[in-house]
Nanobody
């Protein structure tokens, strides 16, 4: 059993910062990719950022230069530092991990339940 638990969401004013955290727990052997996605009201799920075990990162065009993804491999955790937030960043943010549990010969995707970020004055 694997669980991903997000934290750090909330209400923030435009231009402000917010930091999201996600910790994976359970029968984890290794984690390949960790990522953040988001889903705004009435829209589909959108990739925000990804980070592989070696540290290489990739960002969605709408957050480049404002958001920073990082991970702590020892803690099976991933973080998202969000700066210069805009109202259009309002969404539920989901943590994702592609990982091996040792129970299957291949990696699988796991998701957190999401944390709401609201950017408003």
């Amino acid at each position: 059993q694997v669980q991903l638990v997000e934290s750090g969401g909330g209400l923030v004013q435009p231009g402000g910062p917010l930091r999201l955290s996600c910790a994976a727990s359970g029968s984890i052997v290794s984690i390949n990719v960790m990522a953040w996605y988001r889903q705004a009201p009435g829209k589909g799920r959108e990739l925000v950022a990804t980070i592989i075990a070696g540290g290489s990162t990739r960002y969605g065009d709408s957050v480049k230069g404002r958001f920073t993804i990082s991970r702590d491999n020892a803690k099976n955790a991933v973080y998202l530092q969000m700066d210069s937030l805009k109202p259009e960043d309002t969404a539920v943010y989901y943590c994702n991990a592609n990982l091996h549990t040792g129970q299957l010969p291949y990696a699988m995707d796991y998701w957190g339940e999401g944390t709401l970020v609201t950017v408003s004055s």
